[in-house]
């Protein structure tokens, strides 16, 4: 799986737009773009995916660039609760869901009141 | 909720014996893959058992070993614990078909 590079940390205002940027300068044809996050003592949660198109559902907004290198996460409208580690992963769909995730150290996100 | 379950969620074992850490899978998955995860640290891949055979293994040492049974739950073992060893362990759950994780919220064994 391609190396991704992540900022350590950053802060957002509660109710702003968190935007967590990615590289994967690496990432492979029929790699996709993984993002999950972990809140203090649980376990990873999915939040989004995508190959090249931007994506969006009911959590966040994922934008790729055209050359596929870099990525951003949006969180729209950050809460408290949006406080966690948010980790980006890129990783092959082949094989199903058989495929293990390689995590790096993540960018913590601390949404401030 | 049928989500991924472990247990116990808290651990303490002193240096040179042995543990288990049990998983059950989220409804309907077939997949199991243990993670893990160092404090500050992103959690790293140990091994994945899929029709009660690992199929894939991580960078760690034979102390660690696995199970599968027919109901897909999972269990962790580690033997000859190490201090090192201390950490968040998860368990995800996913459709050998496709499909995305689950991820339980851990069992936290304390070496001393």
């Known amino acids: 799986d391609a190396k991704t590079t992540q900022p350590p940390s950053m802060d957002c205002a509660e109710g702003r737009a968190a935007n967590l940027p990615c590289n994967h300068s690496?990432?492979?044809?029929?790699?996709?773009v993984y993002w999950y996050r972990q809140i203090h003592s649980q376990g990873p949660q999915y939040i989004i995916h995508g190959l090249k198109n931007n994506e969006t559902n009911e959590m966040a907004s994922l934008i790729i660039t055209e050359d596929r290198k870099s990525s951003t996460l949006i969180l729209p409208h950050a809460t408290l609760r949006d406080t966690a580690v948010y980790y980006c992963?890129?990783?092959?769909?082949?094989?199903?869901?058989?495929?293990?995730?390689?995590f790096g150290k993540g960018t913590l996100l601390t949404v401030n009141p | 909720d049928a989500g991924v379950t472990q247990s116990p969620t808290h651990l303490i074992k002193t240096r040179g014996q042995q543990v288990t850490l049990r998983c059950s899978p989220k409804s309907g998955h077939d997949t199991v893959s243990w993670y893990q995860q160092a404090l500050g640290q992103g959690p790293q891949f140990i091994f994945q058992?899929?029709?009660?055979?690992?199929?894939q293994r991580g960078n760690f040492p034979d102390r660690f070993s696995g199970h599968q049974f027919p109901n897909y739950s999972s269990e962790l073992n580690v033997n000859a614990l190490l201090l090192g060893d201390s950490a968040l362990y998860l368990c995800?759950?996913?459709?050998?078909?496709?499909?995305?994780?689950?991820f339980g919220s851990g069992t936290r064994l304390t070496v001393v």
């Open positions: 058992y899929y029709e009660e055979e690992e199929r």
């Open positions: 690496t990432i492979s044809g029929n790699e996709y």
């Open positions: 995800a759950s996913s459709l050998a078909s496709g499909g995305g994780y689950t």
């Open positions: 992963i890129v990783r092959a769909l082949s094989g199903g869901s058989n495929y293990k995730l390689t």
